[in-house]
């Protein structure tokens, strides 16, 4: 079975650590790059100003981590925007995105709203699948997105963009760890975003993706596909942990992801001994 081709390999993507600092993306949409780069974060935290234009309001999403550099250059693009914060909304719970809500929705005299309560905080609000939020002078959809974390959220803009969070990254895939990820549900998220046919995917980590968001959603599925049918083929092969399953499939990528590797690979062999395809007892796996 050949690996899935990336659409994005042929586009005109900035490289890594080329990300600008700020950038307007639509009238709708500034993103503002936190600098909190890594192997898992990519150029940094993706943080999104949404508003009309002519509102002097704007929500601020996944403000990211609370650090003073961040937040300076968040207010100051509210500021290129003559705009205020008129609402925090966090896509999930990782830290990378979170941790500032709650310190930032104080500071600005704005509510945060995400899935989970220990997010928005007791004066938070917990937003609800499918809510049409009327903020800014504009509507954000809620979009159920569970599989990244059992609380991911979309926000599906009037430009017909979505804030995708973690779902799906400007490069590479999202990792979907275990047990606190869930491979089923994210699929189904997948084809849930693929369903609202978006006109783009700002993504939270790495470049917005505009020239085919489609084929982006498409290849995300495939390459879930080819991981299980290389796990598969790894376990023919004799490969019986998951170290030696994470070894096999993931060998040319970077020793230092492979910790995360390992976490994918077991919420996906979760998949598969659902389906009876293989049996998992501790780190020992076999085919039935």
Same mark, same amino acid.
Request: aromatic share 4%; with cysteine; net charge negative.
């Given at each position: 079975?050949h690996?899935?081709?990336?659409?994005?390999?042929?586009?005109?993507? +900035? !490289?890594? #650590?080329?990300?600008?600092?700020t950038?307007?993306l =639509?009238?709708?949409? /500034?993103r503002?790059?936190?600098?909190?780069?890594?192997g898992?974060?990519?150029? &940094?935290t993706?943080t999104?100003?949404?508003g009309?234009? #002519?509102?002097?309001?704007?929500?601020?999403?996944?403000?990211?981590?609370?650090?003073?550099?961040h937040?300076?250059?968040?207010?100051?693009?509210l500021?290129?925007?003559?705009?205020?914060c008129?609402?925090?909304?966090?896509t999930?719970?990782?830290?990378?995105?979170?941790?500032?809500?709650?310190?930032? *929705?104080?500071?600005?005299?704005?509510?945060v !709203?995400?899935?989970?309560?220990?997010?928005a905080?007791p004066?938070g609000?917990?937003?609800?699948?499918?809510?049409?939020?009327?903020?800014? *002078?504009?509507?954000? $959809?809620?979009?159920?997105?569970? #599989?990244?974390?059992?609380?991911h959220?979309?926000f599906?803009?009037?430009?017909?963009?979505?804030?995708? &969070?973690?779902?799906?990254? *400007?490069? #590479?895939?999202?990792v979907?760890?275990?047990?606190e &990820?869930?491979?089923?549900?994210?699929? =189904?998220?997948?084809?849930?975003?693929?369903?609202? &046919?978006?006109?783009?995917?700002y993504?939270?980590?790495? +470049?917005?993706?505009?020239? @085919? +968001?489609?084929?982006?959603?498409?290849y995300?599925?495939a390459?879930?596909?080819?991981?299980?049918?290389?796990?598969?083929?790894?376990?023919?092969?004799g490969? $019986?942990?998951?170290?030696?399953?994470?070894a096999?499939?993931?060998?040319?990528? +970077?020793?230092?992801?492979?910790?995360?590797?390992?976490e994918s690979?077991?919420? /996906?062999?979760?998949?598969? !001994?659902?389906? *009876?395809?293989?049996?998992? @007892?501790?780190?020992r796996? /076999?085919l039935?």
């Amino acid at each position: 079975m050949h690996a899935p081709a990336d659409p994005r390999v042929s586009w005109a993507l +900035p !490289a890594p #650590g080329a990300l600008p600092r700020t950038a307007a993306l =639509e009238p709708l949409v /500034t993103r503002v790059l936190a600098p909190n780069p890594s192997g898992m974060t990519l150029d &940094g935290t993706n943080t999104y100003l949404v508003g009309d234009p #002519g509102s002097g309001q704007a929500v601020v999403v996944d403000p990211g981590p609370d650090d003073p550099a961040h937040l300076a250059a968040v207010e100051e693009a509210l500021a290129a925007r003559d705009a205020r914060c008129v609402a925090v909304l966090v896509t999930h719970h990782h830290g990378d995105h979170a941790e500032a809500a709650q310190p930032w *929705g104080a500071r600005f005299g704005a509510p945060v !709203a995400a899935a989970d309560v220990s997010v928005a905080g007791p004066r938070g609000r917990v937003l609800e699948p499918g809510e049409q939020l009327r903020l800014a *002078g504009t509507t954000l $959809g809620v979009v159920p997105t569970p #599989g990244h974390t059992a609380d991911h959220l979309a926000f599906r803009l009037e430009s017909g963009a979505v804030l995708v &969070g973690d779902h799906v990254l *400007g490069r #590479g895939t999202s990792v979907v760890t275990h047990p606190e &990820g869930d491979v089923v549900a994210y699929l =189904e998220s997948l084809r849930r975003v693929l369903d609202l &046919g978006p006109s783009a995917l700002y993504c939270g980590h790495g +470049p917005e993706l505009t020239e @085919d +968001p489609a084929a982006v959603l498409d290849y995300y599925l495939a390459h879930r596909v080819f991981r299980e049918a290389q796990l598969l083929a790894a376990l023919v092969r004799g490969a $019986g942990t998951v170290d030696a399953l994470v070894a096999d499939v993931y060998a040319a990528v +970077p020793q230092a992801l492979w910790p995360a590797a390992a976490e994918s690979t077991r919420a /996906t062999l979760a998949k598969l !001994a659902a389906e *009876g395809h293989v049996e998992v @007892d501790g780190d020992r796996v /076999t085919l039935p």
